[in-house]
């Protein structure tokens, strides 16, 4: 098992990409290479970015790692309010595992050493 599968805040963005590509499903076609895309790829960042984070030399570089995917995290949100807005489709599960995802990171960034 790696390191990162060992963290609470990855599992969770693992559960967050299934639901958003649950939700881009219900999205028409023509958002196919649009909005569907661009929040594939923010959330995929999420976990990448934690993941990729664990394999730091130390907590400097590792807390850059997950602030990028803090920043992920926040285009994924903006997507889904387009979404909600754009198609009245709810978000509301999602928008919570956004919540849980956000808090788990920066916990996560307040916890390691040598703040920058």
Known sequence: MYRFEKLRVYNDAMLLVKAIYKLISQLPKEEKFGLSDQLRRSVISIVLNIAEGTGSLGDIEFKSFL??????????????????????????????????????????????????
């Open 67 to 116: 602030r990028n995917a803090l920043k992920s995290l926040y285009e994924t949100v903006a997507g889904l309010k387009l979404v909600k807005m754009l198609y009245m489709i709810e978000i509301d599960e999602e928008m919570r595992s956004c919540e849980i995802v956000g808090k788990e990171l920066n916990a996560l960034i307040k916890s390691l050493k040598n703040s920058h």
